[in-house]
């Protein structure tokens, strides 16, 4: 009996010893993995701060301002002025499309989208643009996270950077409705396209039409005045 226990109790020391450093290996690990983990956060956060950037469409430009990125250059391009249906903004379209198993022919059962071109004879700014084709490029700025157009400004909010300034464009107000979209004030146009399409997405200076008292008051805004516009980022 005595044999016996004594077995019996070597072989719980054993157990013992075995659980210990089993508990003891499991935590280094532990400690391993939360440390691998602590690192491959820190990592991802810095990437992700490294990779921040932010996208917008120049309108009227073929290039980006000097600090920005060229995504891509394209025309303008959006509905014909005078059908009710297709979308009501404008898209930067590129200059290379690719086409991937098209049905031929045309189709009645389609949205249509057409060129753009200025209208703006009558606005000293973009005259001699008048019914010409607009570019556009899409523009990518590292470091910053966030962009958007003020209307009826052209210095941005303070903490924000200037990307570019011009006019508020749309379609004409007895046309189907657009998009408002800020043309650059320094605007070109496709050398290349043909003058007045005659079925394009017509692009119009904007004009504010305030209220003495209204929520758009007279005072400091003006009847008549071609509104400016800022694209800023941050």
Same mark, same amino acid.
């Given at each position: 009996?005595?044999?016996?226990a004594a077995?019996?109790?070597?072989?719980m020391? /054993?157990i013992?010893?075995?659980?210990v450093?089993?508990t003891?290996? *499991?935590?280094?690990d532990?400690? #391993?993995?939360?440390?691998?983990?602590?690192? @491959?956060l820190? /990592?991802?956060?810095?990437h992700?701060?490294?990779?921040a950037?932010v996208?917008y469409?120049?309108?009227?430009?073929k290039?980006?301002?000097?600090?920005a990125?060229?995504?891509?250059?394209?025309v303008?391009?959006?509905?014909h002025y005078?059908?009710?249906?297709?979308? +009501?903004?404008?898209?930067?379209?590129?200059y @290379?499309?690719?086409y991937?198993?098209?049905a031929t022919?045309?189709?009645?059962?389609?949205?249509?989208?057409?060129g753009?071109? %200025?209208?703006?004879?009558?606005?000293?700014? %973009?005259?001699?643009? *008048?019914?010409?084709?607009?570019?556009?490029? #899409?523009?990518?700025?590292?470091? $910053? /996270?966030?962009?958007y157009?003020?209307? +009826? $400004?052209? #210095?941005?909010?303070s903490?924000?950077?200037v990307e570019?300034?011009? %006019?508020m464009?749309? /379609?004409?107000?007895?046309?189907?409705r657009t998009?408002f =979209?800020c043309?650059?004030?320094?605007?070109?146009?496709?050398?290349w396209?043909? %003058?007045?399409?005659?079925t394009a +997405?017509?692009?119009?200076?904007?004009?504010?039409?305030?209220v003495?008292?209204?929520? =758009?008051? !007279?005072?400091?805004?003006?009847?008549?005045?071609?509104?400016?516009c800022v694209? !800023?980022t941050?």
């Open positions: 009996m005595k044999t016996e077995s019996i109790r070597k072989s020391e /054993s013992d010893k075995n659980d450093a089993s003891t290996d *499991y935590g280094e532990e400690g #391993v993995d939360d440390d691998i983990e602590n690192r @491959q820190r /990592s991802n956060s810095v992700v701060h490294q990779a950037s996208t469409v120049r309108w009227g430009k290039t980006c301002p000097q600090h990125e060229l995504v891509y250059e394209g303008i391009g959006g509905s005078g059908h009710s249906g297709g979308g +009501a903004n404008y898209l930067c379209m590129p @290379q499309p690719t991937d198993a098209p022919g045309g189709q009645t059962t389609r949205g249509l989208l057409y753009s071109q %200025y209208y703006t004879n009558d606005f000293e700014p %973009y005259n001699q643009l *008048y019914k010409h084709d607009p570019p556009c490029a #899409v523009c990518r700025v590292s470091a $910053r /996270s966030t962009t157009t003020v209307p +009826a $400004r052209n #210095v941005c909010p903490g924000w950077n570019y300034t011009g %006019y464009m749309t /379609s004409q107000y007895g046309q189907r998009q =979209i043309m650059d004030e320094n605007a070109d146009y496709v050398f396209t043909s %003058y007045d399409q005659g +997405a017509m692009l119009y200076p904007v004009e504010v039409m305030c003495t008292g209204g929520s =758009i008051p !007279c005072a400091p805004y003006v009847n008549g005045d071609e509104l400016t694209v !800023c941050s």
